[in-house]
């Protein structure tokens, strides 16, 4: 059916973690990343569909499954319910979440296996090399390092089997001039140039099956009921099947406009297998795939071997959910890797949200309070030192936004807190506290501007990071008196919103930690 003119979604997607581990600060932090982005284009207007969700089959799981002595699906529910509190307790907004062993995502992988069969895109044939159980993929000479298999994988062993195969390889022309002429296929732009590097040697074409006998744990081939999928021909197909691929509302969300991914899985499977997939069933491509780097810890991979896994529960259990996701967005320049450090995140906490901003906002509603019983006043005098923070605010709205839209949350939300800083600063400058002792008009006019100013300032800062901690900001926008619906309109506006509200009671936004 064609598309009949409706608003089509910006439809944004994570990875889908692998059920088999525990989440960590990695997936913590993909979902904090497409959550900021997600929320900043609600708040341009745009419609939004967010998908994210759980990777399911494979021999890992299977293997977890027979070890907890219980049916992998079951062990799959017990991982769904540890993922999906992740996402709850952080905050994600996610308009759903998917499960590779869903109905609806295993009756598209296999409409789509039959078709590519029955149009001769995949084949039957004799297999015979190595395989790593471990990473369930064959292998060949050339993944070998100095002669040997490297550790990632594990035991390998030479067998021969006859398998179905996907014709990649009669592709690879088409996917490095689509790369090549489609700049904003891959972000940042330098990890395009690892794919075309990857494409420079002969592809081979995919084996997507995998014997039952070896894995039973996975989707049934439609065309041989001996064979299941392999696994990433099952868990990338997961964006389409999500949101209807094959019925009439598909059109509302696909071409995704973000897929969401960690750097590992770039090369081969969402740069190389995906694009082809997509091509082969006649789709349009993904608009973009955002490739954020990884966080480490001291130095190195977190490894459950190392013993240096961070558990993102234990800080936000601690600090709430809004400082963990300032901090993860604040620290890491979308696409680079990231050192986590607890000394860093308590300094991060500490000086930005204690002190910068838990301080002004306390300021201003004991003066609001004191001065002015309770409620915002009328900012009525404009002299040089309002002029200049005007003109800051005006400039800060226009570059964190410029600087959010492309990516650079780490320097918007800079700009954002140099802002809070220039309004304290613009407090010690003003002191009301002495202007509180005069009796001079003037005097007290300038005493209620600087409180009207800074509770605008402060509106304007809230609004400018609700996506990346929105229920402080609401918080903040709630004791200033505001209500939620301004915090969608005036972005860039310093006004008089606040005249006349009144102002909360007291509070400890961030409380120092024992
Ligand atoms: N199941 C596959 C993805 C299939 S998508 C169709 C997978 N799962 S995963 O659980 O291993 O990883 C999920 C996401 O978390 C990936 O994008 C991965 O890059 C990301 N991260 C895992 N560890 C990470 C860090 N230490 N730091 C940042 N992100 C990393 O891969």
């Known amino acids: ?233 099952d868990a990338l197909v997961n964006y389409i099947s999500a949101v209807g691929y094959g019925t009439d509302t598909f059109a509302d969300y696909w071409p995704a406009d973000f897929h969401v991914i960690g750097k590992d899985i770039l090369v081969p499977p969402h740069s190389v297998y995906w694009p082809i997939m997509l091509h082969a069933i006649g789709l349009e491509l993904p608009k973009s795939l955002l490739v954020h780097g990884w966080w480490l810890s001291s130095g190195e991979k977190m490894s459950k071997s190392l013993g240096n896994i961070v558990n993102p529960l234990d800080l936000v259990n601690k600090f709430g959910a809004d400082p963990f996701r300032y901090f993860l967005m604040r620290e890491m320049n979308v696409g680079q890797d990231s050192d986590f450090s607890f000394d860093l995140f308590l300094s991060r906490y500490n000086s930005d949200l204690a002190n910068d901003l838990g301080n002004l906002l306390s300021r201003l509603m004991n003066m609001v309070h004191r001065y002015c019983s309770g409620k915002i006043p009328a900012a009525t005098c404009e002299e040089d030192f309002e002029k200049s923070l005007k003109d800051q605010a005006a400039e800060t709205s226009s570059s964190a936004l410029e600087l959010f839209d492309g990516m650079q949350f780490h320097l918007g939300l800079d700009k954002i807190f140099s802002f809070v800083r220039s309004v304290n600063r613009y407090a010690e400058q003003r002191a009301p506290w002495k202007l509180a002792k005069s009796s001079d008009t003037k005097d007290s006019e300038i005493l209620n501007s600087t409180l009207a100013n800074m509770a605008e300032a402060l509106r304007l800062a809230a609004v400018l990071f609700t996506p990346v901690m929105p229920s402080v900001s609401e918080r903040i926008l709630s004791l200033l008196g505001a209500e939620k619906a301004e915090l969608y309109s005036g972005l860039t506006e310093f006004g008089s919103t606040l005249e006349n509200r009144p102002i909360g009671e007291k509070v400890i936004l961030f409380p120092r930690p024992e």
């Not at 149009?119 to 050339?142: D, N």
Request: proline residues 4%.
């Open 1 to 233: 059916m064609p598309y009949q003119g409706r608003m089509k979604n910006f439809y944004l997607t994570t990875a889908i973690d692998y059920a088999n581990g525990s989440p960590h600060l990695g997936h913590a932090y993909e979902k904090v990343l497409s959550d900021v982005i997600v929320r900043h284009m609600r708040m341009k207007g745009r419609k939004c569909h967010f998908l994210t969700g759980l990777d399911e089959h494979g021999q890992k799981v299977q293997q977890s499954a027979k070890t907890a002595g219980i049916n992998p699906l079951d062990f799959c529910d017990t991982q769904a319910a540890k993922f999906e509190e992740l996402c709850k307790i952080l905050d994600i907004s996610n308009d759903d979440y998917i499960r590779t062993s869903q109905p609806r995502h295993v009756k598209v992988v296999q409409s789509i296996l039959q078709d590519l069969f029955d149009r001769g895109e995949i084949y039957k044939a004799e297999y015979k090399g190595f395989y790593s159980a471990r990473q369930e993929q064959f292998l060949q000479e050339k993944d070998k390092i100095d002669g040997k298999w490297p550790e990632i994988f594990g035991e390998v062993t030479q067998i021969t089997e006859s398998n179905y195969f996907f014709k990649l390889s009669a592709y690879q022309p088409w996917l490095i001039d689509y790369i090549r002429s489609h700049e904003y296929f891959i972000f940042p732009r330098f990890r395009a140039k690892q794919v075309i590097e990857f494409l420079k040697e002969p592809l081979n074409d995919l084996c997507i099956s995998r014997p039952k006998e070896r894995l039973s744990w996975g989707i049934e081939l439609p065309f041989d009921t001996d064979y299941v999928t392999y696994v990433w021909f």
